[in-house]
């Protein structure tokens, strides 16, 4: 069982952030973190990275209903949502599968929200 779903992207990895951003939004998602690699290696590493975006992504119902459930969810919680740039203005867009994430935790009602979430993510990603 793979974790992901990915897409590869032809376009700037600008581009490519504000696409996934807005079909985030469009899904009823909304970014609540956003973590720069690239930046945060250059000033911690001192080191040169590619473009390296990670988007927390969280639509609050479902995530509410999951907390009802199981309070520790909230460690799994945001899905995480990659951006990276593979060079030759080529960028793949991975998104976390929270069915396969989900699998570690042993309580049945979550699976119904995963599967909701995971068929979610799998149409951003698919509508990139």
């Not at 600008?14 to 945060?40: N, P, Q």
């Amino acid at each position: 069982m793979s974790y992901y779903f990915a897409k590869t992207l032809h376009c700037s990895f600008d581009e490519a952030v504000r696409r996934v951003t807005d079909a985030l939004k469009k899904a009823g998602f909304g970014i609540i973190t956003e973590i720069d690699v690239k930046d945060t290696f250059r000033k911690k590493l001192g080191i040169d990275y590619r473009n390296y975006r990670i988007l927390g992504a969280c639509n609050p119902v479902i995530a509410r209903d999951a907390l009802e459930v199981e309070d520790k969810i909230g460690t799994m919680l945001p899905c995480n949502v990659v951006i990276q740039d593979l060079g030759d203005s080529k960028v793949e867009v991975a998104a976390i599968d929270p069915v396969a994430s989900m699998a570690a935790v042993e309580n049945t009602a979550l699976q119904g929200s995963a599967r909701k979430v995971a068929d979610m993510l799998k149409s951003v990603v698919a509508s990139l």
